[in-house]
């Protein structure tokens, strides 16, 4: 089972250690930098918290601070699960590379198109080649928003249109990927995206459907949104301090484990996945909004598949260069 050998670990020193605790009543403060409509907040944080009401009878609940309610920006997000300023809290591994390179090996693109399907490949290699980067917290989810489109203030549907073209990744691990396809990457996070389209600080951004409608809103600064582009994937995190979690009662962590893992994580992928949906609806149908949507050619995208696997070889020398030389075992091994 996924997370199996990693949270039976953590059970086991918990329950060694307080195996005669009983429940009590326990309220679990959860931060996350995105506003509250955000389909994060309105599904999985949603069905996680009526869960634990349920599975407890009211004894395990959860109150939802959004939008940085408990410290502004996302970049501190897992430090402050880590600290306990938050129980758990929901964050972007890119935001923090050092911390999670290993894990950062999902982002460049390869054969997942969702996250759905990016869940899967996670999931499947969490317990062999990415536990020993969570080993301060406690894992309740991790997911992907897939960056299936270009937003962008120009065409860069071809190679050629891509030339010079300043384009925010969805992580600096993929500059050498952007480089081979002719642009210029710029990092940038998703919160000031729409001031460097608006602004022209950057021609194009990674970015999902969900991003072009409200409360994103690239839609009003885009001209395009080209798709059949190789998919990136932000990888997203949900976790616990460890310390809060293994200070609960028996019965409390017990309803924690049925949750974690792939529960929470198809639940979280299913948010990001359903907002898409949603937005490429709202897309088809809304009117007044300046923007083409552009498919890249199946000539192209052969062009900027063998760029991708240009800049894959370079991630995996820099990798290697930095002591990690089983970068691209792990890679094929998600993307198998």
Do not use: C
């Amino acid at each position: 089972m996924t997370f199996a050998r990693f949270t039976s670990a953590l059970a086991l020193a918990a329950g060694l250690a307080i195996s005669t605790q009983t429940a009590s009543a326990e309220e679990l403060s959860v931060a996350t930098f995105v506003p509250p409509q955000h389909h994060s907040n309105t599904v999985m944080f949603k069905w996680f918290g009526e869960e634990l009401e349920k599975r407890s009878g009211g004894d395990l609940t959860m109150k939802l601070y959004p939008a940085g309610q408990l410290g502004a920006g996302p970049v501190q997000q897992y430090k402050r699960a880590v600290e306990g300023v938050a129980d758990i809290t929901f964050g972007v591994s890119a935001y923090t590379p050092a911390l999670f390179p290993k894990t950062m090996l999902m982002i460049p693109p390869g054969k997942a198109e969702t996250s759905h399907e990016a869940t899967e490949r996670l999931l499947a290699v969490f317990d062999e080649h990415l536990a020993d980067e969570y080993e301060d917290v406690k894992v309740i989810a991790l997911t992907t928003a897939a960056g299936i489109g270009i937003a962008a203030t120009r065409d860069v549907s071809t190679m050629d249109g891509l030339q010079g073209a300043k384009v925010v990744p969805y992580a600096a691990l993929t500059t050498p990927i952007i480089e081979a396809m002719g642009g210029v990457p710029v990092q940038m996070p998703v919160t000031e995206m729409y001031t460097g389209l608006s602004t022209g600080t950057v021609d194009g951004a990674y970015s999902t459907y969900n991003n072009m409608t409200p409360p994103w809103n690239f839609w009003d600064v885009a001209s395009h949104f080209v798709t059949n582009v190789p998919v990136q994937h932000a990888v997203i995190f949900v976790v616990m301090n460890r310390e809060r979690y293994e200070g609960l009662s028996d019965e409390h962590r017990s309803i924690i484990d049925e949750l974690a893992g792939e529960a929470a994580s198809f639940k979280l992928a299913e948010g990001f996945d359903g907002a898409d949906e949603k937005s490429l609806s709202m897309m088809r149908d809304t009117t007044g909004k300046n923007y083409e949507l552009v498919e890249v050619s199946a000539e192209e995208r052969a062009k900027m598949d063998a760029a991708v696997t240009k800049g894959l070889k370079m991630i995996f020398a820099d990798y290697a260069d930095r002591g990690i030389d089983n970068a691209e075992a792990i890679y094929n091994a998600i993307n198998r």
